[in-house]
């Protein structure tokens, strides 16, 4: 079955950068486009990160633009967001999404 699995959430300070990854297995990775989104505590779930299945498409809602980086390496089944300029207002549990399918979630708490 298809397996979404995060990583590399944590506490960072503001201003501070961390590099999420989402390895994906029972798919053929590599015909999927591939996203984030993120769900703050009382908030409804949010889109972060779009990118295509060869990775030349990318979109990014204005909230992270400029700060957000979604990338993908399809020999490893793998996506990646590389979030810089942190601030405390992206604080949330960031999920990695393709289709109908969604992985566990991994924390990510930016302290002011």
């Known amino acids: 079955q298809v397996q979404l699995v995060e990583s590399g959430g944590g506490l960072v300070q503001a201003g501070g950068s961390l590099r999420l990854s989402c390895a994906a297995s029972?798919?053929?990775?590599?015909?999927?486009?591939m996203a984030w989104f993120r769900q703050a505590p009382g908030k409804e779930r949010e889109f972060v990160a779009r990118i295509s299945w060869s990775g030349s498409s990318t979109n990014y809602p204005d909230s992270v633009k400029g700060r957000f980086t979604i990338s993908r390496d399809n020999a490893k089944n793998t996506v990646y967001l590389q979030m810089n300029s942190l601030k405390p207002e992206d604080t949330a549990v960031y999920y990695c999404?393709?289709?109908?399918?969604w992985g566990q979630g991994t924390q990510v708490t930016v302290s002011s």
């Open positions: 029972g798919l053929t990775f590599n015909t999927y486009a």
């Open positions: 999404n393709t289709w109908a399918f």
